[in-house]
């Protein structure tokens, strides 16, 4: 079952969008983050992470180098700046805590926070 949405964005092919993740009543800063996608008729991937400090990123290699993850603990947002998008990029995408540390960057073993942005990218 796909993530349900709570909002949505459109781009043409080679586009950029920006996603934000705000912590709305909880408390972000402490956890390291991570983006996910979920297309339909797929299981959720991993995109990228964030520590609780922001000082170390990593990357799927299929967005390494378009996509930047980044957070404000003082907003409690964490956000993902993605440049050049494919259409096969196109998918609902959720930010999620690693509320155990655990390292694990697989959907079930996270909390994922909010319903997700369907990021639609036309050709």
């Known amino acids: 079952q796909v993530q349900s949405v709570e909002s949505r964005g459109l781009v043409q092919v080679g586009g950029s969008l920006r996603l934000s993740c705000p912590a709305s009543?909880?408390?972000?800063?402490?956890?390291?983050m991570r983006w996910l996608r979920h297309a339909p008729g797929k299981e959720p991937e991993f995109v990228a992470t964030i520590s609780w400090s922001g000082g170390s990123t990593y990357y799927a290699d299929s967005v390494k180098g378009r996509f930047t993850i980044s957070r404000d603990n003082a907003k409690n947002t964490v956000y993902l700046q993605m440049n050049s998008l494919k259409p096969e990029e196109t998918a609902v995408y959720y930010c999620?805590?690693?509320?155990?540390?655990?390292?694990?960057?697989?959907?079930?073993?996270?909390?994922?926070w909010g319903q997700g942005t369907l990021v639609t990218v036309s050709s």
């Open positions: 009543g909880r408390t972000s800063s402490s956890y390291p």
């Open positions: 999620a805590a690693d509320l155990d540390y655990s390292g694990s960057y697989t959907a079930s073993d996270l909390d994922a």
